[in-house]
């Protein structure tokens, strides 16, 4: 992977393991410390060492912000208390009478603030088919201040072309923000690609182990960092200290997780793809899938994660996804162990059945976030699951 932006610049790996933390200068203490700490002395009133308080800064949460920073191509990191925290704070910066356009298959919860939040601020959105750069074109109004993506989406796999939809918004002066959750920084880097914000939810690859919340936005646009760190600060949903401490911990070993990730799960793909119980899988690594051309230039590998839909009802793809050991049955993504999931009745319930059948979504759809464990006893796992649940 080269994406050295110059001769002192590191590459995404080293960068991952070390960019934004030094030894401790007091106690060369190697990692960053956990600064559990609300506030900070002062030589004279108004006279600080960089700290006053930890909702508007922590050295633990600095660190973490110049990590993530890094890793995204960006100069400037916040990070949040949720990924729906540093979603709120992009949404901040919009004024009633204003509109966004975004993809009709964006994430629940973001669905969930634009329509049930922000809606009844005056805020309107159109929720389009993004992977048609023209219907993205076609839903500017003059009002339109951001355009909000996903890629890929969830959970069907839906790839966006990135240069092509930034290239839109900045040609309506409009902002484009991208929730980048899926691909991770290790395989995707919207910024580059001309994106003004990218956002995270740290909860998944880049935590990576199933035990923190966390979001992060990043840009390498100051105005708008000092105006999302005015956000930031006033609304308060920033991470504390020890849950910095666990993403950080989390980011040093992304490379090495996604690399795994992404070759257990693109097996997995081409073995579903072959099993006659199977009537489709969505994967952007597969050469079937409408997306793969695009993701194949803006993203370095195809990621972790894949549906697949089984020919069968929807109480065949329910006892499927009970019956399987290595893929627990729960929401959520990006850990080190596989999850399996089935979106009608669980992430995407709040659908109208209609509606969901139309996009896609359904009944015997199943999602798996691909983990860690052994390729070998994961392709098993499914294959008894299965077996089970269609015979
Ligand atoms: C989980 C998720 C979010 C929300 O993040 P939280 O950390 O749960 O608040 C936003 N976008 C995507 C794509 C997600 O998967």
């Excluded at 590191?10 to 559990?36: F, N, S």
């Excluded at 800064?57 to 208390?81: C, H, I, K, Q, V």
């Excluded at 219907?135 to 951001?146: H, M, N, V, W």
């Excluded at 999931?341 to 969901?356: G, V």
Aim: charge should be negative.
């Amino acid at each position: 992977m080269d994406d050295s932006e110059g001769p002192t610049e590191k590459r995404i790996e080293t960068r991952a393991v070390h960019a934004g933390q030094t030894p401790d200068d007091e106690t060369g203490a190697l990692m960053t410390p956990i600064h559990a700490n609300s506030t900070y002395v002062q030589d004279a009133p108004g006279e600080h060492r960089g700290y006053e308080y930890s909702r508007t800064g922590n050295p633990t949460r600095t660190d973490l912000e110049a990590n993530l920073a890094s890793l995204e191509g960006g100069a400037y990191g916040r990070a949040f208390s949720s990924g729906m925290g540093a979603i709120n704070t992009v949404l901040n910066l919009l004024e009633s009478g204003d509109h966004v356009v975004t993809g009709e298959d964006v994430y629940g919860g973001t669905h969930r603030i634009f329509t049930q939040v922000y809606e009844e601020y005056d805020i309107d959105f159109s929720f389009v088919d993004m992977t048609d750069l023209s219907e993205i074109e076609d839903a500017f109004e003059e009002d339109t201040e951001l355009l909000w993506l996903e890629t890929p989406t969830n959970p069907l796999m839906s790839v966006v072309d990135i240069a092509g939809a930034s290239e839109i918004a900045h040609a309506h002066d409009a902002l484009c923000a991208i929730d980048n959750t899926f691909a991770t920084p290790y395989l995707q880097r919207p910024l580059e690609l001309g994106a003004d914000v990218v956002c995270h939810s740290l909860t998944k690859y880049l935590g990576g182990h199933s035990d923190v919340v966390a979001g992060a936005l990043v840009t390498d646009d100051e105005e708008l960092d000092d105006r999302l760190g005015f956000y930031q600060n006033s609304v308060g949903a920033t991470p504390g200290p020890f849950d910095c401490f666990l993403v950080l911990r989390g980011t040093k070993t992304l490379p090495v997780r996604m690399d795994r990730h992404c070759e257990n799960a693109r097996k997995i793909a081409s073995w579903l793809d072959e099993h006659d119980a199977v009537e489709r899988v969505y994967y952007p690594g597969l050469e079937s899938h409408p997306g793969h051309e695009i993701a194949a230039t803006q993203m370095d590998d195809f990621g972790g994660m894949l549906s697949f839909e089984l020919d069968g009802s929807l109480e065949q793809a329910s006892m499927l996804v009970t019956e399987t050991e290595v893929f627990t049955l729960a929401e959520s993504l990006g850990g080190v162990e596989s999850l399996i999931e089935q979106p009608a009745p669980m992430t995407h319930a709040a659908i109208p059945k209609e509606e969901r059948i139309a996009a896609g979504l359904t009944d015997s759809l199943i999602r798996v976030s691909v983990g860690l464990e052994n390729v070998e006893d994961q392709i098993a796992d499914l294959e008894q699951a299965i077996d089970t649940a269609v015979n």
